[in-house]
Every structure is written in structure tokens, then in C-alpha cells.
């Protein structure tokens, strides 16, 4: 298996789960240029994901490419049952671990998306007004709990702190959200969270 990522982008939430599953996988890193994207061994990244060129991707055993993160994470969990990264399938958490990941991609993950671009700054302020109010949400939700789920850690956690990590970056701070912060701090305390960031040469947040 191979795994196409951006250090800190996105694909760091498959890392994540592909280092809690103990998964064997060889690492791309994709380089994004004026003149294109391509993978350090060379390989043209939009022929290996020509749906849009982004990261992540995952070549798996047989050839194929899966894309699209929120399909790669279950597909990975899926491949170490032993591991418990889901509920299981019929059970009313698994479907709760479903809705976070559903919200971590549209309200989150594509709350952010328009920061890396050149917003006015009226827009921007909009946009960081509109997550302050989605992660004081999460917040909330994380009171009283080791992860999203309780005190089991599951994929949707992997997803969520991937995001996360962005908010310093456009002037969020996570220490206004302290139950969000002591999250993301617990993670950072999973071997295979630690493994990521530093195969990713990523530093901690906290």
C-alpha cells in the first residue's frame, strides 16, 4: 500500500490511521509547483488522482487508487479489525463516529479550505468567525471526554485533530477551546500520532 500525502495537510488524518492500525504502507510525499504536482518518486499526481490532484490518495495492494479521506480512513480500519479503530458496524456509535466525520469534512475541513486561498479580509474574517463558532461546538462536545466518542479513540478523532492543527495557522487559538486543546494534546500522547507528525516533519502543538 502506498500513501500519497502533503506534510500537515489533510492526508496526515490516513497517516495517523495507518500508524494505529500497523499497517505496512510506503510514503509519497507529493510536491505541489507551478509547473505541476508530482510524487518524489517521480510519478505525475494527477494521473494518480485526476478527480483534482489532491492528497490524500491511496494505492492499495491490487493497484487501485482509493481517494478522498473520509473513504481512506474507514478503508484502513476496515483492513485491522483488531485494532477497534471503529465501533462496530450496528451500533448507534458507530453511526455517531459517521456524523463527526461528516461534520469534521463539510464544517471544518471545508470551513478552512478558503483560508488557503487569497480571501479580502472582510471575507476572512467572516470565515474565522463562522469556525470559531463550529469548533466552540466541538468543544462543547468534548467536555468530559477523552475523544469524540468517550474514552475510545476512534478514526473520526484522527480526522478531527488533522484539522485542527490548522486553526493556529489564521490566528485561532486553541487555548480558547480547552477541551479541544486537552484533545489535541492526548493525541499528540499516541505513539502513532507522535510517528506521523515525525515521518511528516511535523512539530507537536502543544
Not at 475541513?109 to 487569497?118: A, C, E, Q, R
Not at 469556525?131 to 477523552?146: E, F, H, I, N
Amino acid at each position: 500500500m502506498k500513501l500519497y500525502y502533503l506534510p500537515g495537510a489533510c492526508s496526515l488524518s490516513p497517516h495517523i490511521v495507518l500508524r494505529e492500525a500497523g499497517l505496512p504502507v510506503e510514503l509519497s510525499k507529493v510536491t505541489f509547483s507551478a509547473e505541476g504536482r508530482t510524487t518524489d518518486d517521480g510519478e505525475d499526481f494527477f494521473q494518480v488522482n485526476p478527480r483534482g490532484g489532491y492528497v490524500p490518495a491511496c494505492r492499495l495492494d491490487d493497484g487501485e487508487v482509493l481517494i478522498e479521506g473520509p473513504a481512506i480512513i474507514q478503508y484502513l480500519a476496515d483492513q485491522a479489525p483488531e485494532k477497534q479503530l471503529t465501533p462496530e458496524r450496528g451500533e448507534r456509535a458507530y453511526y455517531e463516529m459517521l456524523s463527526w466525520i461528516a461534520f469534521v469534512s463539510s464544517e471544518l475541513h471545508k470551513g478552512f479550505s478558503p483560508l488557503f486561498g487569497s480571501p479580502s479580509e472582510d471575507e476572512k474574517a467572516r470565515i474565522i468567525e463562522r469556525l470559531q463558532k463550529r469548533l466552540a461546538y466541538v468543544d462543547s462536545a468534548l467536555l468530559g471526554k477523552d475523544y469524540l466518542l468517550g474514552d475510545a479513540f476512534s478514526i473520526a478523532d484522527a480526522y478531527l485533530y488533522t484539522i485542527a492543527r490548522w486553526a493556529p495557522n489564521f490566528g485561532i487559538a486553541l487555548s480558547d477551546y480547552p477541551n479541544l486543546a486537552a484533545f489535541a494534546k492526548r493525541m499528540e500522547g499516541r505513539a502513532a500520532v507522535a510517528t506521523a507528525l515525525t515521518e511528516e516533519g511535523l512539530k507537536p502543538l502543544a
